[in-house]
């Protein structure tokens, strides 16, 4: 696994988008979302913390 391994962006923007992910995850775990729903939401979240 270490070959295909990659570090964390280092982006001054990444502990938000890591929580996003986990936001999403827990959506998912507890059943307020579907996956899609909740990986879609956290994009879209992304994409306006990175300004796209």
């Given at each position: 696994?270490?070959?295909?391994?990659?570090?964390?962006?280092?982006?001054?923007?990444?502990?938000?988008?890591?929580?996003n992910l986990k936001q999403?995850?827990?959506?998912?775990?507890?059943?307020?979302?579907?996956?899609?729903?909740?990986?879609?939401?956290?994009?879209?979240?992304?994409?306006e913390i990175l300004g796209?």
């Amino acid at each position: 696994m270490i070959p295909e391994a990659h570090s964390r962006p280092n982006i001054p923007e990444y502990p938000q988008i890591a929580e996003n992910l986990k936001q999403a995850i827990d959506e998912v775990y507890f059943n307020i979302k579907a996956p899609k729903q909740a990986l879609d939401d956290a994009a879209k979240k992304t994409a306006e913390i990175l300004g796209w």
